[in-house]
């Protein structure tokens, strides 16, 4: 997959995009489908940025994503 994202160009202005990581534990995406009470966060683990005009894109692990979205036990 990092391959192919030091490949692509930007969508917004076309150009190059530079593959990084996301550091941090405060950005992270809760899926509206988990039905806990309690969602359990997915936290981004790459990222890319253009660096014509700054637009980001934020890439999660979607196994961990569907992982929490099945897991529908208790709280």
Excluded: H, W
Excluded at 21 to 36: C, D, H, I, P, R
Excluded at 37 to 57: D, H, I, M, Q, S
């Amino acid at each position: 997959m990092e391959v192919i994202m030091q490949n692509q160009n930007c969508p917004k202005c076309d150009g190059k995009m530079d593959v990084g990581k996301v550091t941090g534990e405060t950005l992270a995406y809760y899926s509206n489908l988990q039905k806990k009470r309690f969602k359990l966060p997915v936290l981004f683990n790459k990222a890319c940025a253009c660096l014509g005009c700054g637009y980001v894109e934020l890439y999660l692990d979607v196994n961990a994503l569907n992982q929490r979205i099945q897991s529908n036990g208790s709280d």
